[in-house]
């Protein structure tokens, strides 16, 4: 019996937009023109924060997903007190998302030895499973005797992948009964792949098996999710969703050829679904095969995938690595026909147009098309002035930033196109002022954030010849 499942698409488009101001027309800078704008590299002072500081720094780099920084955090913490379990479970989790799976069990067990606790122990537990060594999570997992949510949770993933459903069901809704940081939504949603299965009369253990693993990449347990996809598979080979779950949980773990593989053996089953092929696409585009992956999300829009916003996206980013400029903007043009989500896809394709095609009316075409959906964005009004300055039209372009700095004074990119204009206009304390403001606002990440120093100290006066 084939299994209903549906796998729910990635969204992995994040489109951050960038704000920045105009000023007036004359804008004259306070700050000493004998200084230079220089992109500092700090370095961080690892003495002076309190072991909680570290902490608390660290959790919220973790909750913010910048999970690089909330090692070093944990790792600060850890210096200053190594004998505090709790340290070394938060640097094992933020290692763990990273998957940094040896580091994360050294320290998991570390915890542990410091302080067996129903903590400690589910979060060893948990790495121990992840290493697929079944015996030793077992062990650990049934050494607390008092269990709380978190460990009643991965009492229950071990029942699951080991294929004990009725314990892990058990085990579930004590979890869903018991307080703790997991989702009530996250418990139910183990539970209502139960009650499906019972739903369907009849239906081969193998469904279920199928629904749980549905659960476990719903929850992002990859790594159980692959391990029990697998099992299921030597029973099933030709169950398609199951190939395809397979394919998303190694696709986030970012084994890319395990994913590609995986998704190659849910298309031999069914050809026609275009899942299949907007899920080998983006594994093929990660793997950098991009003239295979443009032609496996072609085929995905042509079998009627949706959103298909993220597949044109998709197309665009492989013939832009290819270097295929007009393709990759007929791509995002294809893209912007069909109710665009955001202003900022509108970036992207009119500065290729500018830049690589050299195609001013068209990037023109585009920026208008920008401001007539998203009037209220101060990034459509930029991209138009943008477009107004390549083509030699300062003083159009200073009307749209203008208007762009009505709906944000601090936008980023207005500000710096700002610094451009008033060079058009031969006014270099306007542009250093608008550059200067660009460089205050503007992240250390951010292209601009560069761009608006040199700017700014190409155009300082140079000094007087010393005698």
Not at 95 to 121: C, G, I, R, V
Not at 215 to 227: M, R, T
Not at 384 to 408: H, M, R
Request: glycine share 4%; aromatic share 10%.
């Amino acid at each position: 019996m084939d299994s209903p499942l549906k796998v729910s698409v990635i969204v992995l488009t994040a489109v951050a937009t960038v704000g920045v101001g105009f000023g007036g027309i004359q804008l004259y800078s306070h700050w000493n023109q004998v200084s230079v704008l220089n992109v500092s590299d700090e370095s961080t002072d690892t003495g002076s924060l309190s072991y909680e500081t570290r902490l608390a720094k660290g959790d919220k780099l973790l909750a913010e997903t910048h999970y690089e920084e909330a090692v070093q955090e944990y790792q600060y913490a850890i210096e200053l007190d190594a004998q505090n379990a709790e340290g070394f479970m938060k640097l094992g989790s933020a290692q763990l998302a990273l998957h940094q799976n040896e580091a994360a069990l050294e320290n998991f067990k570390t915890a542990y030895t410091l302080s067996p606790s129903a903590d400690s122990a589910a979060f060893y537990g948990h790495i121990l499973m992840v290493s697929e060594n079944w015996a030793e999570a077992q062990s650990i997992l049934g050494s607390i005797p008092e269990a709380n949510q978190k460990l009643f949770y991965e009492k229950a993933l071990f029942n699951v992948v080991q294929n004990h459903p009725d314990q892990a069901k058990i085990e579930l809704e004590a979890a869903l009964q018991s307080s703790g940081p997991l989702l009530p939504a996250t418990l139910q949603n183990f539970l209502t792949s139960y009650s499906t299965f019972e739903a369907a009369q009849g239906a081969e253990n193998t469904y279920l098996e199928a629904l749980l693993c549905k659960s476990l990449v719903d929850a992002q347990e990859y790594e159980l999710a692959s391990v029990l996809s697998k099992q299921v598979l030597t029973q099933k080979n030709d169950y398609r969703d199951v190939w395809m779950l397979l394919g998303y949980s190694k696709y986030k773990l970012e084994q890319y050829s395990d994913a590609e593989d995986a998704f190659r053996q849910a298309k031999k089953i069914d050809s026609l679904k275009p899942e299949v092929h907007y899920f080998l696409g983006s594994t093929l585009k990660e793997e950098a095969k991009y003239s295979d992956a443009i032609d496996e999300l072609e085929l995905a829009l042509l079998y009627g995938f949706e959103p298909a916003e993220e597949a044109y996206k998709k197309i665009a980013d492989g013939h832009e690595a290819l270097q295929e400029w007009a393709d990759a903007v007929a791509a995002y043009e294809a893209l912007l026909n069909l109710s665009p989500s955001s202003v900022s896809l509108f970036q992207k394709p009119i500065e290729l147009c500018l830049d690589q095609l050299k195609d001013q009316d068209r990037a023109l075409t585009l920026a208008q098309k920008a401001t007539s959906l998203f009037p209220s964005e101060a990034l459509s009004h930029s991209l138009l002035a943008k477009v107004y300055l390549a083509q030699g039209k300062p003083e159009l372009a200073s009307s749209e930033i203008d208007i762009a700095f009505q709906i944000d004074s601090n936008f980023v990119l207005g500000h710096y196109l700002a610094g451009q204009v008033r060079e058009a206009q031969n006014n270099p304390e306007g542009a250093r002022w608008e550059y200067k403001k660009t460089f205050e606002l503007s992240s250390e990440d951010d292209p601009l954030h560069s761009q608006a120093a040199e700017r700014y100290n190409a155009l300082l006066p140079n000094p007087a010849p010393q005698q």
